[in-house]
C-alpha cells in the first residue's frame, strides 16, 4: 500500500468523529435507557463466536455476509457478528433458562461483507430490542411500539410511516402451488423486485393450475392501505386458513398500533419478505422521507430458539444508530458548545470547573496562556469579577 493510501479505509467502513461521536453517545445512553424504563435487560454479546452457532437456522444471506476467521488456539471457524439477533437467542436459550417473557436490548458495532444497501456502512452500530417467551398479538405490538419509540426519542419521527407484512401468507401461496426448488427461487426474486411483466411470463411457462396462476399473480399487487387486507381475504379465501389467521393477525396489529399512534401512516405489503429465511410471521420496516431505506426494522422470528435445542417464540427489531443520529441532528444540536476556562491552579477556578462539569456542562480548561483554541467550539468562557468567578457570553 502506497504511503498517501495508509489513512484510508476499506471501501464502505465509516468512523465517527467530533462531534458527532458525542451525540451517537448520548443517543446510545437515551434508547437503553429507554429500553430499560419499559423493562428491557442490556446484554452485551462477543464480537466472534463459532460459526456454527452463529449461523444455525438464519439461512444463507447471514453466511454470506459474514466475516469467518480460523481461530489460533482451536483451528475452528469464527464468525465476526453480522447480526446480533442470533447472538440474543443463543442467550436467551442457554444462559437464562427462563421459562416466561424475557426482553432484552443491545448496542453493539457490528461487521458486514457487503453494505445492506447503497446507503449504508459495512460496519453500523445496531441497536434494537428482542421479546422472547410470548407468541400473541400483544407482545408484536409491544415491540412495534417500543421501535415507533426509539425513533421519537431521536426526532426521527417526521411523515414516519410503518410498512407491516407477514411471511406467512407466501408460504401457504408456496404450499398451495407446489412449485420446485428451483420455480419458488425464481419467483421468490421476481416478487421481491415487483417486477409483474417477468412474473406473468414465468407463470405462463410454468405447469400450474389457473387458481395458482391467479394467486401468484394478484399477489404482487396487494399493497397500499388496510383495504388490502380485505382484498387479500376475498382472493385467497379458499387457499389455506394459515393466510386468513396471518391476514387477522396483521388487522389486529395495525388495529392497536392506530390507537396508540394515530399520526404513523401504516402501509401493507403483503409480498414483502426481507428475512424470510428465518421470520415466521409479521415483518415490519420504519420509513421516512429522510432516508431512502428503512431506518429501522424487524419481525417475528419464532423457529431460531428451536434450532439452540429451547424452541421460544420470538419478535425484535433492529436499527443502526449511526443512521438514525444523522438523520436526527437538529441545528440546535449541533450549535451545542462548551465552557472555556483559563489556565490556571487557582482553587477558586478549579472549584468553578468542577461544579459546572458535576452540572453536566462540558469545561475546556487552557492548557497555555498563549495557547488559542477554536472559538466556534464554545458559547461561554469563565472570568473573573471581583474576585469571584462567571460566565460571560462569547
Known sequence: MALADRWLLPDGVKEVLPPQARQVEAARRRLIDLYDSWGY??????????????????????????????????????GIRSDITQQVARIDAHRLSIEGPVRLCYCSTVLHTLPANPLASRNPLQVGAELFGHSGVASDVEIISLMVETLTALQVEHELSLDLGHVGIYRGLMQEAGLTESQEAEYFELLQRKDRPEIGRFLSEADLSADVIEHLTVLPTLHGGREVLETARLR???????????????????????????????????????????????????????????????????????????????????????TLVELALTESEQASRGILAPVGDDPELLKAVTDLRAQGERVVQLLDADLVEDAQAFSQRLVQQDGVWVLESL
Open 236 to 322: 385467497f379465501a379458499s387457499v389455506d386458513a394459515g393466510i386468513l389467521d396471518a391476514l387477522n393477525e396483521l388487522d389486529a396489529i395495525a388495529e392497536r398500533i392506530a390507537l396508540r399512534y394515530p399520526r404513523l401512516d401504516l402501509y401493507f405489503d403483503l409480498s414483502e419478505l426481507r428475512g424470510y429465511n428465518y421470520h415466521t410471521g409479521v415483518v415490519f420496516a420504519a420509513y421516512t422521507p429522510a432516508f431512502g431505506q428503512a431506518v429501522a426494522k424487524g419481525g417475528r422470528y419464532d423457529e431460531v430458539g428451536r434450532d439452540f435445542g429451547r424452541a421460544r417464540p420470538a419478535t425484535g427489531f433492529s436499527a443502526d444508530l449511526k
Open 41 to 78: 435487560e442490556l446484554v452485551m454479546t462477543p464480537l466472534i463466536e463459532h460459526l456454527d452457532s452463529m449461523l444455525v437456522g438464519v439461512g444463507r444471506d447471514l453466511e454470506l455476509n459474514t466475516f469467518k476467521v480460523t481461530d489460533q488456539l482451536t483451528g475452528r471457524m469464527l
